[in-house]
């Protein structure tokens, strides 16, 4: 058995050729996770570790495997720079065709349709709830009337400042 006497020339005993992609690591790792350089630069796990110990570097915390979506959860942001951004926009309209741009059409409808229908059930279910409300209040002492009125001012306030 060898013993490794080469401390000073190799301080995190990693191969030499190893040492040239730390500056690549440390530019991949604002916009990648650890688990994605790993891949991309074929270093092996403990390598990288030892690298990201030595060097302090931070990589991107949310993992996202290749192949799939970005998550709503991951900030758009953080994801991807500017220039990859617009690369991107311009590939997606370049290969976008009349369909895409119909379908596209009909889905936002469809949309705001649907948008348009949850808000007048919502405000038919606040009429329905203000009539019940209605209906409680009658036959009430003039303590419990004064009250009501009071209520009925602070829910109109709020409803004015809800409204601006």
Do not use: C, H
């Not at 949310?62 to 991807?80: D, H």
């Not at 349709?113 to 009430?140: C, G, M, P, V």
């Amino acid at each position: 058995m060898k013993k490794n006497n080469s401390k000073s020339g190799n301080p995190l005993n990693i191969k030499q050729s190893t040492y040239e992609l730390i500056p690549k690591i440390k530019e991949l790792s604002k916009t990648m996770s650890q688990k994605e350089v790993q891949e991309k630069l074929k270093i092996n796990k403990k390598t990288l570790k030892k690298i990201k110990d030595a060097e302090n570097i931070n990589f991107r915390t949310t993992y996202l495997p290749f192949g799939i979506a970005p998550k709503k959860s991951i900030p758009y942001a953080e994801r991807y720079t500017a220039k990859e951004k617009s690369e991107m926009y311009q590939k997606r309209k370049s290969n976008e065709t009349e369909d895409d741009i119909l379908d596209k059409r009909e889905r936002d409808k469809k949309y705001y349709q649907e948008l348009k229908k949850d808000k007048k059930r919502f405000e038919k279910k606040q009429q329905r709830d203000q009539k019940s409300a209605i209906s409680r209040w009658q036959n009430l002492s003039e303590k419990d009337w004064e009250l009501k009125k009071q209520r009925d001012r602070e829910y109109q306030a709020k409803r004015k400042e809800r409204l601006n």
